[in-house]
């Protein structure tokens, strides 16, 4: 069965702290991996979107990494801002559907 | 949220109602998409368009009704057969199907009280 499962579930850091959020799945044949953060209350934005060819991807203060082999993705922040308090949710497409697969999230909280 | 604009942003119904959700977009995506998130879970599926006047069964369409007269508009019904319809209910579009860059709406939270 296809699935996505993050962790941790939750987390809390302080600003300006460094954190690493966890995504593994079980899709096959994959597609690609897309990282996305959603506020409270609104819709999913996208950070990134990486390939079977590609293993790290960044957009700011957010890298993401991609080990298709071990099918494990981490998303790191870096110097956290109070503004970074959201849920970031991994979602996969695989090659045979038109589906996306997602996670249940990491809901992150950033304090002064 | 792009192009995308859902309304109302807070619903409330009473048990029995239909109701029906709206989602238009400005993107002239082909493809539209209706989800489902509830705490806990990731969005999960409910329908989806590819194409004006054509509509498929997501993952969990039962309850649900939805119609694609225009590119730019795909409502959702939410109707008394749906048994736990309280959720926080997101639309998407994408340039076509199968192009899964998908741009999300701000949601609409429905409570049923």
């Known amino acids: 069965k296809n699935q996505v499962e993050q962790s941790p579930q939750s987390l809390i850091i302080l600003e300006g702290k460094n954190c690493t959020l966890q995504?593994?799945?079980?899709?096959?044949?994959?597609?690609?991996l897309r990282w996305y953060k959603q506020d409270t209350g609104r819709g999913p934005v996208s950070l990134t979107i990486?390939?079977?060819?590609?293993n790290t991807k960044s957009n700011g203060r957010y890298t993401a990494t991609l080990d298709a082999d071990t099918k494990q993705s981490s998303l790191h922040i870096t110097a956290s801002q109070l503004s970074d308090s959201a849920s970031y949710i991994c979602?996969?497409?695989?090659?045979?559907?038109?589906?996306?697969?997602f996670g249940t999230g990491t809901r992150l909280q950033v304090f002064p | 949220d792009g192009g995308i604009t859902q309304s109302p942003k807070y619903l409330f119904r009473k048990e029995g109602q239909n109701v029906t959700l709206s989602c238009e977009q400005n993107?002239?995506?082909?493809?539209m998409y209706w989800y489902r998130q509830d705490p806990g879970q990731g969005l999960r599926l409910i329908y989806y368009?590819?194409?004006?006047?054509?509509?498929q069964k997501g993952d969990i369409a039962e309850g649900y009704s939805v119609s694609r007269e225009k590119k730019e508009s795909f409502p959702l019904t939410v109707t008394s057969a749906q048994k736990n319809p309280t959720a926080f209910y997101l639309c998407?579009?994408?340039?076509?199907?199968?192009?899964?860059?998908?741009?999300f709406g701000p949601g609409t939270r429905l409570t049923v009280l």
């Open positions: 979602v996969v497409s695989g090659r045979n559907t038109d589906k996306l697969i």
């Open positions: 995504c593994n799945y079980t899709v096959s044949p994959f597609s690609n």
């Open positions: 990486m390939t079977f060819s590609e």
């Open positions: 998407a579009s994408s340039m076509s199907w199968g192009y899964n860059e998908q741009f």
């Open positions: 368009s590819q194409i004006v006047n054509d509509f």
């Open positions: 993107l002239n995506h082909d493809a």
